[in-house]
Structures are given as C-alpha cells and as structure tokens.
C-alpha cells in the first residue's frame, strides 16, 4: 500500500531528495491531462511533471509511434544510422530560430547544458561563464556551479574562478526597468573586466524554479549586443520553456533575439528523454573531437519526439498555449486574496507570487497549504522560487477551458479559507 511505499522511500533515497506534499500521490496511470491515483483519485495535473508533458499523459497517437518503433529497432547508438533520429534533426533545424541548423542528441537536461558549454570553450577558446541569479541549469558538475539558486547551487572551487553571476532584470523592490538597468550594468561591468576571458552566457528566457520570471521585452537583445562585442555566445536554456510551453515554440522568440547555442530537453520527448543542443554551421565545426553519446538520439526517443512534433503543429498546441496562457493569466488576476502579491509568465508557463500577510507564517509554508488543499480538491499544482513561494501552473497544452475554469474555483475557495 501507499504507506509501505513512502516508508521505502524514506529508507532506501537519500534524505534530500525533493518531493512535493506531506504524503506525495501514488500516481498510477496518466490519461493526456489527467493523472490517478491509486485509490482511483482523478487529479487535473497542473505540473505536467514540471513542463515535460505539453502533449498530455500517455497520449494515445504518440504512444503508437513509441510502441512500433520499439519493435522495430530500440537502441543503436549514433555510430549507425537510424531514419528517426536524421528526421528529427532535420525537423529540429526547420523550427529552431535564426540559423541554427545542426543538433547533439543527448539525454537530460543537464548533460545537453554542459554540451553546449563545452562547445561554447571550444568555438571561443576562451573559459568562463557568465550566469544570472535565479537561474537553474541542472544537477552535474559544471551546470549546478552556473545554477543561482542558493539552495541548489554548488560553490566549487575547481570552477569558481570562471564563474560570474550577474542580478536577473528582476527584483520585488524596484521596477522591472531599473532591474533591467542594474543588470546590464553589470553585465557590462564584468564583460569589461572579462571579456577576454569569457565563452558564453547562459540564460533560461523565463526562469522556471526561479520563480517563473520573464525579463523586460528588450532585456535579452541588449544582453546579444554586449555579448557580441567581446565575442562572448548567448545559450539559450530552454529546457523547460521550450516546444509551446510559453505560447511560442521557443520562449526566446518573445524577446526577438537570436541565441547561439539552443538547448531543449523535457517536453520533446513526452516522458521519453531525449535532449539538444543545437547550433550554426560555423559554430558546429568548432566540436572537434569525435563525439558520440551512447543514448543520445536513440531511435525510440527520436520517432516519439518526430511525433511530438507532428502532434504540436496538427493541434495548434502553440497557439492554444498563449490563448489559454492569457485566459489563465486573466482569472488569475481576477483573484481577490490578500495572499497573492503578482501574477507573472506568458502562455502555460504562470506563476503567482504568494504573499504572507502575518509574521506568525511564512510565504513558503502558506505555499505549501495551498498545493496540500489543492491536491485533495484534486488538482495537481507546481511550486518554484528562491523562497518556494511561487505556485507554478504548467499543465499540458492540451488541457482545456472547463479544467481551468474548475481549478481557479477551487484556488479561490482555498485561498479564501486559508486565515491566520
Ligand atoms: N535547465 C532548466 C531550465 C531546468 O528547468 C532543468 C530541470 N528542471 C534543467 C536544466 C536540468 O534538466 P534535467 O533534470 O533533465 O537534467
């Protein structure tokens, strides 16, 4: 039963593994934007196991690829050649922006992060990154020391030097205008001193455990032309925002600028894991060493992310993010709680800032009571942030207007109960 299963778990992790709720749900099935329990609890998910499942749980059109795929062949390595993954790249080249054209297949998030950075060495033949506060990039070596959440970030001293941290355009006691002043200060500031030092900056075009925070309009095309004086790369970091999350295909075509490098992972392969990083003809040449990963583009993940791609574009996933995005966004707003201080993010990619209104309680811990309460009603909601107090709604795109319209009933009446 759940009980034997949480003691297990309490046994056999490590102690710090994250997990949401006091008790998390035994999930045992998924059906598109739905997930159950065991006791056969029906949830609307919210979370889409943090921006993985744009095209729903266990989707039926999906799963016939996956499935006839794994019959045919399953694994190969890139050292021989499969029709999935050449499609795929050639399919990748088609949507990515600018002229980003040749793909690295490899599995997470964080290994496609430390490809990019090692590209990034290699093109430039120069060493240090720059990163933004708040960001999050991954869990190996390399990408924890550019993440800028205190709580995950590792402070190693065998990078550190070749390490630095500019303030995100973003900041609850100024205007997002001024933060955006403060910050190209300083990116200026340290590209100065730097510049010839430094192989690229990496960027998540809206902070996802950060907080769900998009910068000023304008913010990233300012930070491309530092960049580019001192022939330092741009990385765009968008695993989590990537394929529709945010009402565009990628996040970065928001703020009309052009990266460098692109990487994607979690929602292109719906639960499968498949990851990216992608990049120009010119800067492609520079990975000069034989180069193969042993599950990067395997064939099962490649077909199910050729059909993740079909699926985005016959059902207009893209443009039934942002207009369901701005409908969320929109009753969001329309909530009257002391307890929310701002509704932020575009498309399906919304956070509310909560707010404590007593010293008695933190923000984090009303956070927590909120997803808690929720969680019986039977919605599955997300939470980010510095503090862990941002509630993160990121559901599948093919989530539909009577399941938001019954989660912010069911939001409104929480957060009407909840006193001190
Ligand atoms: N970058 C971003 C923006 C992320 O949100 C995450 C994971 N939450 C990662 C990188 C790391 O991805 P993975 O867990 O697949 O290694």
């Known amino acids: 039963g759940p009980d034997a299963i949480i003691t297990k778990r309490q046994e056999y992790f490590f102690p710090a593994t994250a997990h949401f709720y006091k008790e998390p749900p035994q999930i045992v099935g998924g059906s598109m934007q739905y997930l159950f329990d065991h006791n056969n609890k029906k949830y609307v998910d919210f979370f889409a196991g943090v921006s993985v499942m744009n095209c729903g ?34 399919r990748l080249a088609e949507i990515f922006p600018g002229d980003i054209k040749r793909t690295f297949f490899c599995v997470t998030g964080s290994e496609a992060n430390e490809g990019a950075m090692a590209l990034a060495r290699l093109y430039t033949k120069k060493n240090g990154f720059i990163a933004l506060t708040g960001g999050l990039h991954g869990r190996t070596h390399l ?26 355009p973003y900041s609850a006691d100024s205007s997002y205008e001024e933060a955006m ?11 100065k001193s730097q510049g010839n030092e430094l192989c690229a900056m ?5 902070q996802g455990n950060g907080g769900i925070i998009m910068y000023p309009k304008n913010y990233l095309k300012k930070v491309k032309t530092l960049l580019e004086v001192h022939n330092v790369l741009l990385i765009a970091d968008e695993v989590q925002t990537g394929y529709g999350r945010t009402g565009k295909m990628f996040c970065i075509e928001h703020y009309d600028v052009v990266p460098d490098i692109i990487v994607t992972a979690k929602a292109l392969g719906n639960g ?33 992310a050729l059909s993740v791609l079909h699926y985005i574009e016959e059902n207009n996933l893209v443009q039934r993010s942002n207009e369901l995005g701005k409908y969320l966004k929109q009753k ?5 709680s002391p307890l929310i201080q ?20 933190t923000s984090a811990e009303i956070t927590d009571i909120i997803l808690e309460e929720m969680k019986d009603r039977g919605f599955i909601i997300g939470k980010n942030g510095l503090n862990r107090d941002v509630i993160a709604f990121q559901p599948p795109l093919v989530i539909s207007k009577e399941d938001i319209d019954a989660m912010v009933v069911s939001m409104e009446a929480v957060l009407e109960q909840i006193s001190f």
């Open 342 to 361: 701002e509704v932020r993010g575009c498309g399906l990619m919304l956070g509310v800032q909560i707010q404590s209104p007593s010293s008695s309680v």
């Open 272 to 304: 499968i894991p498949i990851s990216t990083f992608s990049t120009t003809d010119e800067i492609a040449k520079a990975y000069n060493r034989p180069s193969a990963s042993t599950f990067g583009g395997n064939p099962v993940a490649a077909q199910t």
């Open 332 to 336: 969001l707003e329309q909530i009257a």
């Open 181 to 191: 002043d403060k910050s190209l200060q300083q990116l200026d500031a340290v590209l």
């Open 202 to 206: 990496l960027v998540e075009p809206i």
């Open 57 to 90: 749980h266990s989707n039926p059109q999906i799963l016939k690829d996956t499935i006839e795929q794994l019959n045919n062949i399953q694994h190969t390595t890139t050292v021989y050649l499969t029709q999935p993954m050449v499609e795929l790249a050639q």
């Open 143 to 168: 990408t924890l020391s550019v993440t800028g959440i205190p709580m995950w970030r590792l402070d190693d001293h065998l990078v550190k030097e070749n390490i630095f941290f500019i303030e995100r």
